[in-house]
């Protein structure tokens, strides 16, 4: 790739990059390429078996200085003897493949380093292992933005399945901004610590004891259980609840050296309330993790890692398909649309029904944008002379109600503007909830607890 005189910008960085990698990758040698945490990168060369001469590595090193400008590391080429733990990099489970680049016989393989400060999670997924008896399934609801009415849709789906006797531990995950918590608990029935109180403890590994976990107060389930783990916590009486200073503390890898960081504590404290309430009542039969906004660690971690089910919620508009397309793109480059698509569920926001812009209208609009973004997750390019896409790939119509892309829809209603959950306690029981959300609680029951599925 060349460019003009214009400065090197971190979106040229990757291609440039690459140019010189095949280079290298062409003479048998396997090339990782090193970004650190400014964008400047480094290739890194495997030479245990194949030792590059050195007019070679000075061409390649001044080639990608030249390319790079100030996004060339101190150390453009290196090898991987000079390192004192260069097995540590090379096979480090944070590694990537390059997919654009498919070695042929004799060349050597590409593949990616990525060092940030927040957001790697979201490259990292697991896969998904089929439930089986004892495995608890565990949703995660989030929105690209805020305002979309998850944390409320997380209330009245914690309900209703409540209601259907399941029971249900709700994990209020929006530490920055917590929804679902006080939608569910009153002040003075939330328990003395919050998630926030198990991710700083356990750091230290002083998480033993905590009470974590509480019944929903504002409403009783009629058959099954609804409980609470809730960001914050009410803490000790006569002793301040520091609640931002632990805040600015979670995501700091632990001093304790043992190899763990913020996903695993995460995921650990998800853990610790599900053990929490099955101490109290018995296991939880679902899980639902009410995910802040945005590109967020806290939301990488709960899609990538954590879930079953993601639902992805979102209005029509240029903000929405801007957001989610960038995330998908993200998981397509990285080579995790495979593990990540077939878990993801489009919820259409607030809806719309009026003569001007009726209900069926706007959700095939919808639709139809939806699958144009998430197209990227899907299976497109054909095999080499073929014509079209083996059986097994994964590539969903747009009309296709099953896939990832099809709305489920949430109405809007005039009476959730402003609705004082607090002060009206029967708010989900009432007409309009019900209406706006009758779809949206039988498609997702469906898809958490599929027929004969548990």
């Known amino acids: 790739m060349t460019l003009s005189s214009d400065p090197v910008r971190f979106d040229h960085v990757r291609l440039l990059a690459l140019t010189t990698a095949r280079e290298v990758a062409a003479t048998g040698i396997d090339v990782l390429i090193v970004r650190d945490l400014l964008g400047r990168v480094t290739l890194l060369l495997d030479d245990r078996e194949q030792a590059p001469d050195e007019e070679s590595l000075r061409a390649w090193g001044e080639s990608l200085a030249q390319a790079l400008g100030p996004y060339a590391s101190g150390q453009q080429i290196t090898l991987g003897s000079t390192l004192y733990q260069a097995d540590a990099l090379f096979d480090s489970s944070r590694v990537l493949n390059e997919i654009t680049y498919v070695p042929t016989a004799g060349q050597g393989s590409i593949r990616w380093l990525e060092n940030t400060v927040v957001g790697e999670d979201w490259t990292r997924v697991r896969e998904v292992p089929e439930l089986s008896i004892g495995r ?11 305002g979309v009415g998850r944390s409320t849709a997380t209330a009245v789906l914690a309900r209703h ?25 009153t002040t003075e029935d939330t328990p003395q610590f919050g998630l926030v109180d198990q991710l700083v403890e356990s750091a230290l590994g002083n998480a033993d004891g905590l009470d974590l976990v509480a019944p929903a107060s504002h409403y009783t389930p009629t058959r099954g259980e609804l409980w ?31 190899g763990t960081d913020f996903a695993d504590r995460l995921a650990e404290a998800i853990t610790a309330c599900e053990l929490a309430m099955t101490e109290a009542v018995g296991a939880p039969e679902v899980v639902l993790l009410d995910s802040r906004a945005g590109i967020h660690d806290i939301a990488a971690v709960a899609i990538s890692r954590l879930c079953d089910v993601a639902l992805l919620f979102g209005a029509d508009n240029a903000h929405t398909w801007a957001g989610y397309g960038d995330l998908f793109t993200a998981w397509r ?20 029904d009026t003569p001007q812009r009726p209900k069926g209208s706007y959700l095939e609009e919808f ?50 503007v402003g609705l004082d959950s607090i002060g009206t306690p029967d708010w989900p029981s009432r007409g309009y909830i019900q209406t706006a959300y009758d779809e949206f609680l039988k498609t997702t029951t469906r898809l958490i607890f599929p027929e004969g599925s548990r």
Not at 138 to 146: D, H, P, S
Not at 176 to 181: H, I, Q, T
């Open 136 to 146: 608890v399934p565990r949703v995660t609801l989030y929105g690209f933005k805020g």
């Open 161 to 185: 399945l409540a209601d259907s006797g399941k029971r249900v531990l709700v994990v209020d995950l929006d530490l920055e901004s917590p929804g679902s918590g006080p939608l569910l608990l």
């Open 228 to 258: 609470v783990a809730p960001a914050r916590g009410q803490g000790t009486p006569g002793v301040p609840y520091s609640y931002v200073e632990k805040l600015n503390r979670i995501y700091t890898d632990s001093p304790t050296g043992d």
């Open 333 to 352: 480059d990285a080579g995790q649309a495979p593990a990540v698509r077939e878990r993801l569920h489009m919820v259409a926001s607030m809806v719309p």
């Open 367 to 416: 639709r139809d944008r939806s699958w144009s973004c998430f197209s990227v997750l899907y299976d497109n390019e054909l095999p080499d002379g073929s014509d079209s896409l083996p059986t097994e790939a994964f590539n969903p119509s747009p009309e296709d109600d099953s896939a990832p892309h099809s709305p489920i829809p949430v109405l809007f209603s005039l009476d959730l």
